[in-house]
Nanobody
Framework: QVQLVESGGGLVQPGGSLRLSCAAS????????MTWYRQAPGKQRELVAS???????NYADSVTGRFTISRDNTKNTLFLQMNSLEAEDTAVYYC???????WGQGTQVTVSS
């Protein structure tokens, strides 16, 4: 059984920070590159960041320098540290193992004053 449970979202002021977590079942986490996606109201879901099993990372241009993706392979947990948040970062954030059909339920991030 595959489980992906995101947490850590919330309401934050512009310029603030949040750290998202995704607890994944071991059978998925150990096998795949893990990614964070986000979907804002009325927009398509977009890739935010990815991290391979060995720790190589990639970021969307819009978050480079502000967001950091990481993973703890001993705890099967994916993280997204988000700094200098902007209103445009408001979205539901999802973790997703690449090349699978599995998605978590998402966690809402709202950046507003």
């Amino acid at each position: 059984q595959v489980q992906l449970v995101e947490s850590g979202g919330g309401l934050v002021q512009p310029g603030g920070s949040l750290r998202l977590s995704c607890a994944a079942s071991r059978n998925i986490f150990s096998m795949y590159t893990m990614t964070w996606y986000r979907q804002a109201p009325g927009k398509q879901r977009e890739l935010v960041a990815s991290i391979t099993r060995s720790g190589s990372t990639n970021y969307a241009d819009s978050v480079t320098g502000r967001f950091t993706i990481s993973r703890d392979n001993t705890k099967n947990t994916l993280f997204l540290q988000m700094n200098s948040l902007e209103a445009e970062d408001t979205a539901v954030y999802y973790c997703h193992p690449r090349l699978t059909d599995y998605w978590g339920q998402g966690t809402q991030v709202t950046v507003s004053s």
